[in-house]
């Protein structure tokens, strides 16, 4: 029963000290194998990397609305595919989905980043926060 395992693995992260960033690790770190492979490709655009994200979040559940162009700053979700979860422990089913979309956003090479999600604004939507990427340079630093 998978709700009955989610419901167990959730509990026991919330109870961590540091739950939010442990969470938003594992998501990162799923991620990437859930992006086309990126290594022999160039790095997107925004406004593609943005589509590829919207795309993939489409194929997970989360019915996002489409993006609105370059000037892109959020991307809306109508739809969490773990709600009743989300409603108990949103501190970790909020902080996997932030770490999924940076991850799959890292995994692309995108010059562009989800910086926060901002979890149930309306009884049936979330909204990613997007920011320009950390450059690479600085991440090495």
């Known amino acids: 029963n998978y709700r009955l395992l989610a419901s167990i693995l959730t509990g026991y992260l919330a109870g961590s000290p ?34 590829e994200l919207v795309e993939l979040l489409a194929e997970l559940g989360f019915e996002p609305e489409p993006a609105h162009g370059p000037c892109t700053r959020e991307i809306r979700l109508r739809h969490c595919p773990f709600q009743n979860l989300a409603e108990q422990h949103g501190e970790v089913i909020c902080s996997v989905h932030l770490g999924l ?41």
């Open 101 to 141: 979309m940076q991850g799959a956003l890292t995994a692309m090479r995108a010059p562009v980043t989800v910086d926060r999600l901002d979890p149930f604004v309306e009884p049936d939507l979330c909204v990613a926060r997007l920011a320009p990427a950390p450059s690479r340079h600085t991440e090495s630093s």
């Open 18 to 51: 540091d739950a939010a960033g442990i969470d938003a690790a594992l998501g990162r770190s799923t991620s990437p194998a859930l992006v086309a492979s990126s290594a022999q490709r160039r790095a997107p655009s925004k406004t593609r990397a943005v589509t």
